[in-house]
């Protein structure tokens, strides 16, 4: 028999019937011979109930004094599932994230996990009590309780999975599985049985709400096994895996896309050195994260530095700019927040030539223009005027056989 991490989300566990489907599963996996450590996150949208009702004292709210709130929201689904299964007759704890020792560092509101003592989780599965730990939470090395950030249940799950030595890691939500690509925007997308580490962390970042990108990250630093599946039937889901042969078949394994883009050129900035640092580095020191950047040199000595930031950010990194343009004698700042960035990713993209070429010829066909490329060994990304996307999707979803009915050779 197994050692068995379910992670179950907001929507699973949305109110007090959910819940107890949440206890009939975890039930079965027990009667089945398995230990069960169950991570379980708030009900959802309690969480930003609880920042809303935070805001409304101070628009700005003390972080240390918010993660004391927001932990609430999972401490009240552990007691009441723990409740439950012992109502059903099942050994069951609820523990908070400092009971459970997950340690991480001072960062409230965006904490990282730097250790798990796990040592009471470890020492109940020794009893054959069922731990359900509270996940979004922790500690830090002065005590304060400390949330992971959005999506941090999952982060918990796969990071107590890999403390004690779990043998698969199951992330229950309200989708079945990892598509090939949105099945709210392309009705052709079909369930992938298989996804590669690589693949998952691409498509999270990408804009893909599955997973959580820092608990694949977890995933894949520990190899731990993580099965997306559905709470709400039996259906196997998408396993999360490390790569192996099965996984070459597929050229591209999925297309994504992701609307939150936002784009700032500096026109006519002097080409010297250190110049890309001068442009970024107060973006950075705003806590704004850049993805894609190109620099068109020429050969007058001037270029246009293009950079792209999320939509939620372009308003502050525009003003950042606009300001920064006057020091570097920059002739204009412009900006779009009307473009989307499309991808297709594969780890069959490794072995493949001309990926590229069908990728730009396809969006040609469909006269999208292309505004900016990146890549990485397993990703092509282009961003388009945002207009195009969901043709942009289904044209590629369709171009690289990803549709339900296409047989991949």
Same mark, same amino acid.
């Given at each position: ?89 099942? @050994? ?22 730097? $250790? ?24 830090d090395d002065f005590g304060n309780i400390t949330t992971l ?81 559905? $709470? ?40 010297? /050195? ?35 930031? /999320? ?7 525009m003003e950042i700019q606009k300001e920064l343009s006057k ?59 945002? @207009? ?22």
């Open positions: 028999m197994g050692l068995i991490v379910q992670k179950f989300g907001g929507t699973s566990v949305g109110d007090l019937d959910r819940i107890r489907n949440v206890a009939k599963k975890v039930a079965k996996t027990y009667d089945e011979g398995h230990d069960v450590v169950v991570v379980l996150s708030a009900m959802s949208g309690v969480t930003d109930g609880l920042i809303a009702m935070a805001k409304k004292i101070d628009e700005m709210p003390d972080k240390r004094e918010l993660d004391v709130l927001l932990s609430t929201g999972e401490q009240t689904t552990v007691a009441i599932l723990a409740m439950i299964l012992k109502t059903m007759g099942y @050994k069951a704890n609820s523990l908070l994230g400092f009971q459970a020792d997950i340690r991480t560092d001072r960062m409230s509101g965006s904490a990282r996990i730097q $250790s798990i003592g796990a040592e009471r989780i470890r020492n109940m599965l020794r009893e054959r009590t069922i731990a359900v730990v509270a996940g979004f939470q922790g500690h950030g959005r999506g941090g249940s999952d982060t918990s799950a796969v990071a107590i999975a890999a403390a004690i030595g779990a043998d698969i890691c199951e992330i229950y939500t309200d989708v079945d599985g990892v598509y090939t690509t949105d099945p709210n925007m392309c009705k052709k997308a079909r369930k992938l049985s298989k996804v590669s580490y690589d693949e998952m962390l691409e498509m999270a970042s990408l804009g893909a709400k599955v997973l959580q990108i820092r608990s694949v990250a977890f995933a894949k630093k520990f190899n731990v096994p993580v099965h997306v599946r559905s $709470s709400f039937n039996e259906e196997e889901g998408t396993m999360v895996v490390n790569e192996d042969a099965d996984m070459e078949r597929l050229v591209v394994s999925g297309v994504t896309y992701n609307r939150n883009e936002a784009r700032i050129t500096l026109k006519n900035v002097k080409d010297e /050195p250190g110049i890309a640092s001068k442009i970024l580095a107060p973006v950075a020191d705003a806590g704004i994260v850049v993805d894609m950047i190109i620099q068109n040199t020429r050969a007058s000595g001037l270029t246009d530095f293009t950079f792209t930031v /999320p939509k939620t950010d372009f308003k502050q990194a020091m570097i004698g920059a002739e204009d700042v412009i900006g779009d927040d009307n473009i989307a960035k499309v991808s297709v990713i594969g780890v069959g993209m490794k072995n493949h030539s001309g990926v590229a070429t069908k990728m730009f010829q396809t969006l040609a066909t469909e006269n999208i223009n292309i505004i900016m490329i990146s890549t990485s060994e397993i990703r092509i990304s282009c961003i388009i005027d945002e @207009k195009y996307t969901e043709l942009a999707v289904r044209s590629l979803h369709t171009a690289f056989g990803l549709d339900a009915e296409a047989k991949v050779e």
